[in-house]
């Protein structure tokens, strides 16, 4: 599994909703969001990159 899905999968699970494109997790909020939302938005991406890499991949290796 790339760990652009698996990030995504994770995020769910915080009540966040991205989808990878290809190897890529693209961003684009509305331009509405509030301050809060992206406080938890990328909160919750900087910590779930963390657990993913922490975890690494399905060979055994580090995430880089």
């Known amino acids: ?20 494109l290809g190897n890529a ?3 684009v909020p509305p331009l509405s969001i509030s301050h809060a939302e992206l406080k938890l938005l990328f909160d919750s991406l900087r910590r779930v ?6 975890e690494g991949d399905n060979s055994g ?3 880089h």
């Open 1 to 20: 599994r790339r760990l652009s899905k698996r990030v995504c999968e994770e995020l769910l699970l915080e009540g966040v909703w991205l989808r990878p």
């Open 25 to 27: 997790i693209p961003i």
């Open 49 to 54: 990159i963390q657990r993913v890499a922490m």
């Open 61 to 63: 290796r580090l995430a």
